[in-house]
């Protein structure tokens, strides 16, 4: 079987490395790895989704996976990549966020017969003494190297309090705690986590005398540098009900020519091989890759069923479908107490609201792929993906409508 850091490496995930043994380490042994997940939302997005799938290669080739929810150490707050202080959530927010991210993490790691761990870092940082955590964990770190770190950078301009400022403390305690409870070697995260990382391989060092690997991953960014999965709604959740099945297919159709190879290295399991042949591609050939991205990375996340409703709607909607032509539009500029009975028959989908009704009650009404099951349902700003509505009625009949901005 092949190396793992040579696949990871070949598909472009590797960023930088602690230090020179690592790949031997992985060649020769099962290794315990873990990348926290601080459940500041409801759901993880995008962001996280490279993390995700370089734990799943890690665990393919048959290294443990520890996903460490920071139900502690977002009590706190992550200073990297952030100009302003995080908003400060309740405990209860954040076990409910922490819910919802293992609930997410199932869908790519298998957690049977301790194939993987999710364990809560609130089990220890919860019940730290001060004083002993400072005579124990803070004389190991200086802090004229603290102020150099490229995660506190962007705080300092403003002022970085010192609440983010024990972030970095807490973070080598965690890799720390996982190295002696269980035998964690290595961490991994984002590269905007290298500081961190860092700091507790070098803890581990010093307070264990053991070996400790640090290993972080290419941000996902587009081509001119700008951070990946942002739309004008805001970020692309891996949650369908923050963001739809069909909206998140949408995206991953949408990305740039420049920037497929990349995504469908890192974000899906098609062999290179394969990625390379589709986008060996200058012309209008791209579209088949995108295609094939938007597919493949929907079903990892939503579900064969869900990609496959998402990738109909999409070529309906873009490409013609089964009417051989194009989708008929209508344009409204007003949503003022509208509700979609009455905007099917502006569209002339339907006669009257009683047909509306009796459609919607036999399910013969989808929006953007998904079903409608309210008779009376407003349609709201939040109903249009990228500023459209694609609404099916039966089994043929589709029909877009465009929110006039």
């Not at 190991?140 to 010192?162: D, I």
């Not at 369908?240 to 190879?261: G, H, I, L």
Request: charged share 25%; hydrophobic share 35%.
């Amino acid at each position: 079987m092949a190396n793992v850091y040579d696949v990871l490496n070949e598909r472009g995930f590797l960023k930088q490395v602690t230090h020179e043994g690592l790949k031997e380490l992985l060649g020769k042994e099962s290794v315990t790895f873990y990348i926290g997940f601080d459940p500041t939302a409801d759901s993880l997005h995008v962001g996280h989704y490279v993390q995700l799938m370089a734990m799943a290669h890690m665990q393919r080739a048959g290294h443990r996976p520890i996903a460490l929810i920071g139900g502690g150490t977002t009590m706190v707050g992550d200073p990297s990549g952030k100009s302003d202080l995080r908003k400060m959530l309740s405990k209860q927010d954040i076990e409910n966020n922490a819910e919802a991210f293992k609930q997410q993490m199932r869908r790519f790691l298998d957690f049977s017969e301790g194939k993987a761990l999710m364990i809560n870092n609130a089990d220890w940082l919860l019940k730290l003494n001060y004083i002993e955590f400072l005579r124990d964990i803070g004389v190991h770190f200086s802090v004229n190297r603290m102020l150099t770190a490229e995660c506190y950078k962007n705080r300092m301009e403003k002022g970085l309090t010192f609440l983010e400022f024990n972030y970095m403390l807490m973070q080598g305690y965690d890799f720390l705690v996982l190295n002696q409870l269980q035998g964690c070697k290595l961490q991994l995260g984002g590269d905007d986590q290298w500081s961190n990382i860092l700091a507790g391989a070098n803890l581990i060092r010093k307070k264990e005398r053991k070996e400790a690997y640090g290993m972080t991953f290419t941000l996902l960014l587009t081509s001119d540098g700008r951070k990946m999965g942002k739309t004008e709604k805001g970020a692309v959740w891996l949650n369908p009900e923050k963001t739809s099945p069909y909206e998140f297919y949408q995206y991953w159709r949408n990305v740039a020519d420049s920037d497929v190879e990349k995504c469908l290295s890192l974000l899906t399991f098609l062999p290179m091989d394969e990625i390379r042949q589709l986008c060996s591609y200058d012309d209008e050939r791209i579209n088949e890759a995108k295609i094939k991205l938007a597919y493949e990375v929907t079903r990892q996340v939503h579900g064969q069923e869900e990609a496959d409703k998402a990738k109909a709607a999409a070529e309906t909607l873009f490409e013609g479908g089964s009417q051989g032509g194009n989708v008929p539009e209508t344009v409204i500029d007003d949503l003022n107490d509208l509700l979609l009975i009455d905007l099917l028959q502006t569209c002339g989908l339907t006669s009257s609201r009683g047909e509306g009704r009796r459609l919607i009650a036999q399910g013969g009404i989808s929006i953007n792929g998904s079903k409608v099951t309210e008779e009376f349902m407003p349609v709201t700003a939040d109903c249009f993906e990228s500023g459209e509505i694609l609404i099916k009625k039966g089994k043929k009949k589709f029909h877009k409508v465009v929110l006039h901005s």
